[in-house]
């Protein structure tokens, strides 16, 4: 199995949670689209980084920037947005995520 990503900022825990997000169901990182670096949440980014974060193209939503913070497996956006759990091991993800998906993803306005 490939090396465990590095996942910056304030994390808390080995599975990505951070000072601002910790429940059971905080378990995700991303990869920003602007430093290719994984980070816990947008927070994290801003208080770590010295340049603002990017949203990743619709276009690119096929690249592994996702990553499953209780057994590592990186997915794709399109991957992470299709389900509420981790394909490999079912950790559940905090649906609240969705509400910031604009942060994170240049999400198309609705018609």
Aim: aromatic share 10%.
């Amino acid at each position: 199995m490939p090396p465990r990503p590095h996942v910056h900022g304030p994390v808390v825990d080995d599975q990505t949670r951070c000072v601002h997000y910790r429940t059971a169901q905080d378990v995700i990182a991303i990869k920003f689209a602007c430093c290719r670096r994984y980070y816990p949440c947008f927070q994290c980014h801003a208080e770590s980084e010295s340049h603002p974060a990017t949203q990743w193209p619709e276009a690119e939503w096929s690249e592994p920037a996702m990553l499953c913070g209780v057994c590592a497996l990186e997915m794709s956006i399109l991957a992470y947005r299709a389900t509420t759990h981790c394909p490999r091991c079912a950790a559940e993800f905090n649906d609240g995520c969705r509400l910031h998906a604009h942060l994170y993803f240049a999400v198309p306005t609705p018609a």
